[in-house]
């Protein structure tokens, strides 16, 4: 049985992107305390941080970098929500009969309906049903 979704062991426990990961922030955390200490305060303790997180830590069952990368992304991206309430019409999504029977191949029409004639058309439904399993 092969495990394709587990990453191989090169150094020791550690994966290939684990062990950059942790040379990484190891290496920048090392750099900042030599330079002056309260840069490694600042700078080296949270990078270490993140290396550790990127290195170790699971997020929903996928690697942490997947997380950061889906957070850039959503900030990056516009956001654009439209609220138009209209009160008399309704969209109605349904399945024409002719796609029906070829149900991996269908085109989902949209129509408005006015929002009193629901209860119309849901009774429709209702009878044409009726009717078919009494045949």
């Excluded at 170790?56 to 439209?82: A, D, Q, T, V, W």
């Excluded at 006015?114 to 209702?126: C, G, T, V, Y």
């Amino acid at each position: 049985m092969q495990f394709i979704d587990v990453e191989d062991k090169i150094f020791g426990p550690f994966s290939w992107k684990q062990f950059i990961y942790l040379i990484g922030g190891a290496g920048i955390a090392a750099i900042t305390f030599i330079i002056n200490k309260i840069i490694f305060i600042l700078i080296g303790i949270p990078l270490l941080g993140l290396s550790l997180l990127l290195a170790f830590y699971p997020f929903n069952g996928r690697s942490f970098s997947f997380f950061l990368e889906s957070l850039f992304m959503y900030i990056k991206n516009k956001k654009i929500y439209f609220w138009r309430k209209d009160e008399n019409q309704v969209m109605v999504k349904y399945m024409p009969e002719k796609d029906r029977n070829n149900i991996n191949n269908f085109n989902e029409t949209v129509v408005k309906v006015q929002a009193n004639k629901i209860n119309e058309i849901s009774r429709k439904l209702d009878l044409n049903s009726m009717q078919k399993t009494e045949l």
